[in-house]
């Protein structure tokens, strides 16, 4: 049998040809090793099964595919055929071929190899597996569905264009240094205990509706221009130093206990 030529050889069938070695195999066309059952191909050489049809190769194990090559080869084989093959083999496919394996296969692949993969796939990854990414690829993520899942140290690093969609829930969390530079229409919905630890240069530009929450001890930091829109429910607690500085077009509405420990700290 070793000695037929390839004419002879392509119209047996594949019971006959299945016991040839693979170096005579080798030699015959995708057309009649097509029918030969995946046990006997998989002694094939990559070059060879490379010119096999996607059907089937799709019968063939992973450490048999992990040997062909993946952007001519694998590309065509469908997520339930890769979903099998190592992230060492995977990391080479396109991302127009891995955009369609399951989260739990691409969680295994690194950030370089997903952050080309779209939103729309990176979405459902677990904030796990997004916390890698760089945040030039967080910032395409829907802000009240994926990204509310990050942790603050990966959310600190993304522009307030992004931070700006996210939840008060959300933004709480984040430091003074990242929330200094949202705009007031975001900060207004925080909280007095987060906003208490921003700056009086953020403050100041926060509505007198939410700078009334805010204590005493805060509000004393604030310039007279900012504080001058507060109502006297709220000044009434200033301290007087910080009151002697204000117009008397607003102290005048203060109680005549607060004027009177005004005008004992200017006497002094």
């Known amino acids: 049998m070793f000695f037929l030529q390839q004419n002879q050889l392509k119209d047996p069938f594949p019971l006959v040809l299945r016991d040839l070695s693979p170096l ?3 030699d015959l066309s995708p057309l009649v090793l097509k029918d ?37 080869v694998l590309k065509d084989l469908s997520p ?12 080479d496919l396109s991302p127009l071929v891995l955009k369609d394996l399951c989260p739990l296969i691409l969680k ?39 990204l509310k899942d990050l942790s603050p140290l ?20 984040l430091c003074p240094l990242i929330l200094k530079d949202l705009s007031p229409l975001i900060l207004k919905d925080l909280s007095p205990l987060v906003l208490k630890d921003l700056c009086p240069l953020v403050l100041k530009d926060l509505s007198p509706l939410v700078l009334k929450d805010l204590s005493p001890l805060v509000l004393n930091d604030l310039s007279p221009l900012v504080l001058k829109d507060l109502s006297p429910l ?10 002697k500085d ?4 607003v102290l ?12 004992l700290q200017v006497q002094k």
């Not at 339930?80 to 990391?91: A, I, M, T």
């Not at 779209?118 to 760089?134: G, H, I, M, N």
């Open 24 to 26: 005579v195999l080798k």
């Open 36 to 72: 030969l059952s995946p046990l006997v191909l998989k002694d094939l050489s990559p070059l060879v099964l490379k010119d096999l049809s996607p059907l089937v190769l799709k019968d063939l194990c992973p450490l048999v595919l992990k040997d062909l090559c993946p952007l001519v």
């Open 80 to 91: 339930l055929v890769l979903k099998d093959l190592s992230p060492l083999v995977l990391k």
């Open 108 to 146: 295994d692949l690194s950030p370089l190899i997903l952050k080309d993969l779209s939103p729309l796939v990176l979405k459902d990854l677990c904030p796990l597996v997004l916390k890698d990414l760089c945040p030039l690829v967080l910032k395409d993520l829907c802000p009240l569905v994926v």
């Open 154 to 173: 990966v959310l600190k690093d993304l522009s307030p264009l992004v931070l700006k969609d996210l939840s008060p829930l959300v933004l709480k969390d």
């Open 234 to 243: 709220v000044l009434k607690d200033l301290s007087p130093l910080v009151l």
């Open 246 to 249: 204000l117009s008397p077009l």
């Open 252 to 263: 005048k509405d203060l109680s005549p206990l607060g004027l009177k420990d005004l005008s």
